[in-house]
């Protein structure tokens, strides 16, 4: 047995840090409101000091090691330390300060040493390799039997069996690694905030709505501009208002802006950064005994290898060129209808889209967004659609504080009446918040800590003038429903264990239930409910209805030759060698050029959906050598929503049979048998392929 006080002598925090002890709020919510910096930094310290306690422990235990006493007991372990670290990595996020961000930078390297000092502990990986050699005699559940064999593995792959030397440089490549991916996520949001366009003249806002152009006027406002306009960046490369600004000149200046960012060769260029990441990355794969560092991430997906990878891609990148390029003709042939001469540009595509989309299918975006605000959206879209289908309540609670006034709290309560969790939206875009959409858990699900989820999904959606509604763009209902699959993910968790709860799913799985999410935005009974115009209460005219769900195929030539040339840029980043020489910085455009044609995906006027650059997800998050997984999670996705037409859609025994089958089993099982179980069968990749217009004609 451990003892009771199993940190006795280590470094203790104060009693007066609200970290020093579990939430005492409803479903363990932090305690925002009592939370401030100076309180981090003391919690991280001792955080790391008391797991380390617990783990010599549980290393040095004179019992034979058992499931309880060396599992059970390190899923135990790091619960302050949890505490502190999931709210400063969400806060540094959604509300940075220069504070938070300073914070981040001091832990980062000391995280990954704490990391390795778990993982590379002799003694404690001996008490687990034990445990799996006799596993097949110690009478464990099939979940505990996933647990033990993810312990293992997560000992091997970060270097458990090393010699010492190995393992020391590992250490010092861990930290630095952990520096530079801190480093690139503060350059990129200085730097994005510094890239909006400001606008002087109001004529140059031309084809922006009413709203949008005093959307953009509160931003100038509230970024320190004593007049006019400003047009901030949203992280990928297109940028919404490019749809509908006239004025090519300023069409040219943001999609400049947006593709320069971290290559200007000023304070923020985050070259440096990424070249020195790729390297380590690929020296510390080599260490472990891989080829490089996209084998290493891959072999612990879905995906297996990088082979599977290439196939899957390189198999579509064909069909969705010639499929570009027939638009691109279309396009080409509106510019010029258009009075333009010479070569459609990369910051013409989205508007002449839109003028084609138009008149092909007679609609205009501009008509559609009074049809789509945010409270309706929310409430009669998001929120209708899981109570149709799963039997879900929400209750807004005023009364729990958040990190921010934009943050609103939402109890969920079951079909039952019970307590399924909290759900917090925060959807408004600001200077403290990085770019795009993302969910992230304050809460773990776990039968063991007897805790419910506390999700929280987050948006950039341009902040209107005083007193204006919010009135959404399609794509942005789209991605508030995908964030929202996120968080069902995560309320529906019911494991054990806090290891496999809610998303702790392989990278390229975690994106199939947003995916599958999405189907509801468009609905018909769904769309109906929530689309009303704002200020008549028409509901949106069928006929526009029906013109609207017909255009939404347009345009996949485009979007998924630019998604595919950035994840093939992330696989060419993550496929190098430890011998290959590394890439300067002024050579990483060359670099991508290179990349890119050798995929025959070098457009002119389809650039990838990231530059190396502005690339967060590969080196600020955990999706380098991942990026694939969108397009891999979509398979599943198209497949599954095949099912649910199949079984005439938007019912409660759908939602059961989803719920049941994969949303409520995080990692407990494998995902893809999961899903073999839930369809009947293994994946088939047609329903993709007809949704992106990639099966022959």
């Known amino acids: 047995m451990l003892p009771s006080n199993p940190c006795q002598g280590a470094l203790q925090v104060s009693h007066d840090n609200p970290f020093a002890r579990p939430s005492e709020l409803p479903y363990g919510l932090p305690p925002f409101d009592l939370i401030h910096e100076e309180h981090y930094l003391p919690a991280f310290e001792a955080g790391m000091a008391e797991q380390l306690a617990e783990v010599e422990v549980i290393a040095g235990s004179p019992d034979q090691p058992s499931f309880e006493n060396t599992i059970v007991a390190l899923e135990r372990s790091g619960r302050l330390l949890d505490r502190v670290s999931t709210l400063l990595f969400n806060l540094v996020g959604s509300t940075s300060t220069d504070g938070l961000r300073a914070i981040e930078a001091a832990v980062a390297p000391q995280l990954a040493a704490h990391s390795d000092a778990i993982h590379l502990h002799a003694a404690l990986f001996d008490r687990i390799e034990d445990l799996y050699d006799r596993r097949a005699d110690l009478g464990l559940s099939a979940e505990q039997d996933r647990l033990l064999e993810r312990y293992r593995s997560d000992f091997v792959r970060a270097g458990a069996r090393l010699s010492d030397d190995a393992q020391a440089r590992l250490r010092q490549l861990n930290e630095e690694l952990s520096s530079l991916s801190t480093g690139f996520s503060a350059r990129l949001l200085a730097e994005t905030n510094a890239s909006a366009v400001h606008v002087e003249d109001s004529a140059e806002l031309a084809g922006l709505t009413q709203d949008a152009s005093a959307s953009a006027a509160e931003t100038a406002r509230s970024r320190g501009h004593e007049s006019g306009y400003l047009l901030p960046l949203i992280l990928p490369t297109a940028q919404p208002v490019l749809v509908a600004l006239t004025d090519r000149a300023l069409r040219e200046r943001v999609f400049r802006a947006a593709t320069s960012r971290g290559s200007r060769g000023n304070e923020h260029d985050t070259r440096r950064t990424l070249t020195r990441m790729a390297c380590l ?102 929120f209708h659609a899981a109570g149709e289908l799963y039997g879900l309540g929400f209750a807004e609670r005023h009364d729990l504080p958040t990190y921010h006034p934009d943050v609103r709290v939402f109890e969920v309560t079951d079909a039952d009446g019970a307590a399924l969790g909290l759900f917090l939206a925060d959807f408004y875009a600001r200077e403290s918040k990085r770019g795009g959409a993302w969910m992230n858990t304050l809460v773990d699900q776990s039968q063991l800590f007897d805790t ?157 959906r990231y530059r190396s650059s502005y690339f967060s997800h590969i080196f600020a998050s955990g999706y380098s050598a991942g990026y694939y997984s969108y397009i891999w999670s979509e398979v599943l996705d198209a497949d599954t929503v095949e099912w649910f037409h199949e079984n005439d859609g938007l019912r409660r025994t759908n939602g059961d049979a989803f719920r049941a089958g994969l949303l409520s089993l995080g990692g407990s099982v494998d995902p893809m048998d999961a899903f073999a179980a839930f369809r009947g069968r293994p994946p088939r990749i047609e329903p993709l392929l007809e949704r992106r217009g990639l099966l022959p004609t």
């Open 281 to 382: 990355r690929a020296e510390r794969a080599g260490l472990l005994g891989y080829p490089d560092h996209a084998s290493y991430i891959v072999e612990d997906q879905t995906a297996g290898t990088t082979d599977a990878v290439a196939t899957m891609l390189h198999g579509l990148v064909g069909p969705a060129v010639a499929n570009a390029r027939l638009e691109e003709a279309e396009l080409q042939a509106a510019f010029e209808a258009d009075g333009g001469t010479g070569s459609l540009q990369p910051w013409d595509w989205a508007y002449y889209a839109e003028q084609v989309k138009r008149a092909r299918f007679d609609i205009d975006a501009a008509a559609v967004r009074p049809y789509l605000e945010l409270e309706r959206v929310l409430l009669q879209g998001i």
């Open 452 to 608: 419910l989820p506390v999700v929280v999904n987050t948006l950039n959606i341009p902040r209107p003038a005083e007193g204006e509604p919010t009135l959404l763009t399609t794509d942005e209902v789209r991605t508030a429903f995908h964030e929202f699959g996120h968080a069902l993910h995560g309320l529906f968790s019911d494991v054990g264990y806090p290891r496999f709860s809610g998303t702790s799913v392989p990278r390229d799985f975690v994106e199939y239930p947003s995916q599958v999410n999405e189907i509801w935005a468009w609905w018909p009974s769904v769309l109906a409910n929530y689309a009303v115009h704002h200020h008549t209460g028409e509901p949106l005219p069928q006929a526009l209805a029906d013109r609207l769900l017909a255009s939404r195929s347009y345009g996949e030539g485009f979007a998924t030759t630019s998604y595919l040339a950035a994840a093939l840029l992330d696989q060419e980043w993550h496929r190098r060698s430890p011998s290959d020489p590394p890439i300067a910085p002024e050579d990483v455009e060359a670099f991508e050029a290179a990349a890119l044609a050798r995929h025959g995906l070098q457009l002119d006027s389809i650039p990838p």
